[in-house]
């Protein structure tokens, strides 16, 4: 009887963690949005998506001139540095021509103010790496759709153990309750000399075993509450009233292969799959763009003088090709490995289609035998309900045993637990299908 006792007192104090008052209303849509606005797994994406963004600003600005500037001193009395100095300052004279002063001139000064611009003409590298860096932005972005997508699942599935730990800890507590009354009702019998006491023991063994369940039913319910908070960036220790009523979403099954299609055009891994070999096409284009000439024009203006303040300028034009003649083969070993992606490519994508449309074909199926249990869960819940409702009256007129009455009790909470369970398996089957054809 110690052991009858202690239990109530640590379902007691699981309970006060969880104060009914103190929690806030939360549907399973709005469960999904938290997650998809405040976990971490979503902000991470974001950031990839804007950092994708930023790179393919990056590769355009090989289209736009390069202009530099710059601002030098030198001094020295290096013959070369001398000669050409004086020539830029516009300062040379006859007397500079004196092979003395060629060759041991006086130490100069040359103040030099540069700005120089480049402006590729022609340069298929940068239109190829323009083109992956956005095959790889919007790769990015599919991957934050498919990142939404699997937060969405995994608050579904959350969700829905949420729903069902909360149903096992009423219908152990109802069953705690029953317990007590049936372990009461055997008493009294025994009183009356009408049963022995191997039924009041029967029953106080069976009161035992709910309170146990009681407790681990509590536990499981803070587990998936906990689960649930941290896919939602929430405190774990956050409480809220599940919406334990929230339907499924309606879905016609009855057409699989439009799902099948509906999935090939809306799924993220199939859009992620076509972008990858979209990409390495792109490869190959950069590749062949490494045996093609680079052209571009080139121009300067410079001031140059002895003190700061006072400078001559000048100016420059011009342009230039350079063409890759051998580079010890790597360029034709890049090409080669370029094409080589893309096969591979093409064979994922193929392969994503092939498993997005069995996912389609597996939610179905699944769904299927959810809405299935539901239905069975329902009649087989009111049948054990009306059973140990006939069984406890027969066992208060001594009409039955003890044995029959548990069992009756068993049957009542395998069939509660399976009744909820169905209607829970139906919503997460349902999302599953959702997330198949690509419509989360």
Same mark, same amino acid.
């Given at each position: 009887?110690?052991?009858?006792?202690?239990?109530?007192?640590?379902?007691?104090?699981?309970?006060?963690?969880? &104060?009914?008052?103190?929690?806030?209303?939360?549907? %399973?849509?709005?469960?999904?949005?938290?997650?998809?606005?405040?976990? &971490?797994?979503? /902000?991470?994406?974001?950031? *990839?998506?804007?950092?994708?963004?930023?790179? +393919?600003?990056? !590769?355009?600005?090989?289209?736009?001139?390069?202009?530099?500037?710059?601002?030098?001193?030198?001094? /020295? #009395?290096?013959?070369?540095?001398?000669?050409?100095?004086? =020539?830029?300052?516009?300062?040379?004279?006859?007397?500079?021509? !004196?092979?003395?002063?060629?060759?041991?001139?006086?130490?100069?000064? #040359?103040?030099?103010?540069?700005?120089?611009?480049?402006?590729?003409?022609?340069?298929?590298?940068?239109? !190829?790496? +323009?083109?992956?860096?956005?095959?790889?932005?919007?790769?990015?972005?599919? /991957?934050?759709?498919?990142?939404?997508?699997?937060?969405?699942?995994?608050?579904?599935?959350?969700?829905?153990?949420? *729903?069902?730990?909360?149903?096992?800890?009423?219908?152990?507590?109802?069953? +705690?309750?029953?317990?007590?009354?049936?372990?009461?009702?055997?008493?009294?019998?025994?009183?009356?000399?009408?049963?022995?006491?191997?039924?009041? =023991?029967?029953?106080?063994?069976? *009161? $035992?075993?709910? =309170?146990?369940?009681?407790?681990?039913?509590?536990?499981?319910? @803070?587990?998936?509450?906990?689960?649930?908070?941290?896919?939602?960036?929430? &405190?774990?220790?956050?409480?809220?009233? *599940?919406?334990?009523?929230?339907?499924?979403?309606?879905?016609?099954?009855?057409?699989?292969?439009?799902?099948?299609?509906?999935?090939?055009?809306?799924?993220?891994?199939?859009? =992620?799959?076509?972008?990858?070999?979209?990409?390495?096409?792109?490869?190959?284009?950069?590749?062949?763009?490494?045996?093609? &000439?680079?052209?571009?024009?080139?121009?300067?203006?410079?001031?140059?003088?002895?003190?700061?303040?006072?400078?001559?300028?000048?100016?420059? +034009? /011009?342009?230039?090709?350079?063409?890759?003649?051998?580079?010890?083969?790597?360029?034709?070993? @890049? %090409?080669?490995?370029?094409?080589?992606?893309?096969?591979?490519?093409?064979?994922?994508?193929?392969?994503?289609?092939?498993?997005?449309?069995?996912?389609?074909?597996?939610?179905?199926?699944?769904?299927?035998?959810? @809405?299935?249990?539901?239905?069975?869960?329902?009649?087989?819940?009111?049948?054990?309900?009306?059973?140990?409702?006939?069984?406890?009256?027969?066992?208060?007129?001594?009409?039955?045993?003890?044995?029959?009455?548990?069992?009756?009790?068993?049957?009542?909470?395998?069939?509660?637990?399976?009744?909820?369970?169905?209607?829970?398996?139906?919503?997460?089957?349902? $999302?599953?299908?959702?997330?198949?054809?690509?419509?989360?």
């Amino acid at each position: 009887m110690t052991f009858l006792r202690a239990v109530p007192l640590l379902v007691a104090a699981l309970f006060v963690a969880m &104060p009914a008052s103190a929690q806030s209303a939360l549907s %399973l849509s709005e469960a999904i949005a938290r997650a998809k606005a405040r976990n &971490p797994d979503a /902000g991470s994406a974001a950031a *990839l998506e804007h950092e994708a963004a930023e790179r +393919v600003t990056q !590769a355009r600005s090989g289209y736009f001139p390069r202009v530099d500037f710059a601002e030098s001193w030198q001094r /020295g #009395n290096n013959p070369v540095f001398v000669f050409s100095s004086l =020539l830029a300052q516009r300062q040379f004279t006859t007397a500079d021509f !004196a092979l003395e002063a060629l060759n041991h001139p006086a130490a100069t000064d #040359n103040f030099r103010t540069a700005l120089t611009f480049e402006q590729p003409l022609f340069d298929r590298t940068t239109s !190829a790496n +323009v083109r992956a860096a956005s095959i790889a932005r919007d790769m990015a972005a599919t /991957g934050r759709r498919l990142v939404d997508q699997e937060l969405t699942s995994a608050v579904t599935d959350a969700f829905g153990s949420v *729903l069902i730990a909360a149903a096992s800890v009423r219908a152990a507590a109802a069953a +705690v309750e029953a317990a007590r009354r049936d372990r009461e009702m055997a008493g009294n019998r025994r009183e009356a000399g009408r049963v022995t006491n191997a039924d009041v =023991l029967q029953l106080d063994v069976y *009161l $035992a075993r709910t =309170l146990e369940q009681q407790v681990q039913a509590t536990s499981d319910e @803070r587990i998936a509450r906990a689960r649930l908070n941290q896919l939602m960036n929430e &405190p774990l220790s956050a409480m809220f009233t *599940l919406d334990l009523t929230s339907p499924a979403i309606a879905i016609d099954i009855a057409n699989p292969e439009g799902l099948e299609d509906e999935a090939l055009r809306n799924r993220p891994e199939v859009a =992620l799959a076509i972008q990858q070999e979209q990409l390495a096409a792109a490869m190959v284009e950069a590749a062949k763009a490494a045996f093609l &000439p680079v052209v571009a024009a080139q121009g300067g203006w410079e001031l140059n003088g002895g003190v700061w303040n006072s400078r001559s300028s000048s100016w420059v +034009v /011009g342009g230039g090709a350079r063409l890759n003649v051998f580079h010890g083969f790597a360029d034709k070993a @890049r %090409l080669a490995e370029a094409r080589a992606q893309a096969t591979r490519r093409a064979i994922e994508r193929g392969k994503a289609e092939t498993m997005a449309r069995l996912d389609v074909r597996i939610a179905i199926a699944r769904l299927e035998a959810a @809405r299935a249990s539901e239905a069975v869960g329902r009649a087989a819940a009111d049948q054990a309900r009306e059973s140990r409702r006939i069984i406890r009256d027969r066992y208060e007129s001594g009409l039955t045993d003890a044995a029959m009455l548990l069992r009756s009790a068993d049957a009542v909470l395998q069939a509660d637990a399976q009744q909820t369970a169905a209607r829970v398996h139906v919503l997460t089957a349902t $999302a599953a299908l959702l997330r198949a054809i690509g419509r989360l």
